[in-house]
């Protein structure tokens, strides 16, 4: 296999901001996207035709935030284990042959394409866990909470009712998309294992433009 990616290719970013700009240009699904935005069509509907009041969307906010923490700690644990082993036990010739190889379809070698892929899930989780964090340590507060509803209710003239709601839709439209990019994360797993086959396969038969 050619040798088309130079390995200083490998440490341009320098941090999990610039691996989440590289990762939201190539792992953004529209399916996923479309999936998403359908459920919050469908939660913002429900807060303009429903009966919940102010008070009961703030109750279901604080516990959507415990349970999203709970998910986040718990699956994101299991991600990084599982990655960090799977990373570890991986053939380092075959870690060579990805990061040298470019993708065909993007200008980055399929060492960082299926990594990123794998980032991605990571980084969305951890904004997710850190976003939960913030709302029960402002929500728990109820003198702050209650000024910052007010706040935004005397800016823009509106209801608290459907502050809180769209608020409620927000986190539960997030918490959504975790599972949906979850899928993702699973798939990657599998098309690197085949990846891998394949290319070993294209070696042995001598066949090294097999991409």
């Not at 990571?122 to 709302?135: A, D, H, K, P, S």
Request: charged letters at 15%; glycine letters at 6%; aromatic letters at 18%.
């Amino acid at each position: 296999m050619n040798n088309n990616v130079p390995l200083e290719d490998l440490t341009r970013e320098t941090s999990l901001f610039d691996i989440f700009k590289q990762c939201h240009i190539y792992f953004v699904n529209k399916v996923n996207l479309l999936l998403t935005f359908c459920v919050f069509a469908v939660m913002v509907s429900y807060v303009f035709i429903g009966d919940v009041n102010h008070s009961s969307y703030v109750l279901k906010v604080r516990g959507l935030a415990d349970l999203g923490l709970s998910f986040v700690a718990s699956i994101l644990g299991f991600l990084i284990t599982g990655f960090t082993i799977f990373a570890s036990l991986s053939d380092r010739e075959f870690l060579r042959l990805m990061a040298t190889r470019k993708h065909n379809d993007h200008d980055i070698s399929y060492l960082k394409y299926t990594y990123f892929a794998f980032m991605y899930v990571f980084i969305v989780y951890l904004l997710f866990g850190t976003f939960c964090l913030l709302v029960k340590l402002f929500t728990d507060k109820q003198y702050i909470a209650m000024h910052v509803v007010k706040g935004i209710h005397t800016t823009l003239h509106t209801d608290r009712r459907i502050i809180s709601g769209l608020f409620h839709a927000f986190l539960g439209t997030w918490f959504f998309y975790l599972f949906a990019i979850l899928k993702g994360f699973i798939f990657n797993v599998y098309h690197v294992l085949v990846t891998r086959i394949r290319w070993e396969c294209a070696i042995k038969s001598g066949n090294t433009d097999e991409g």
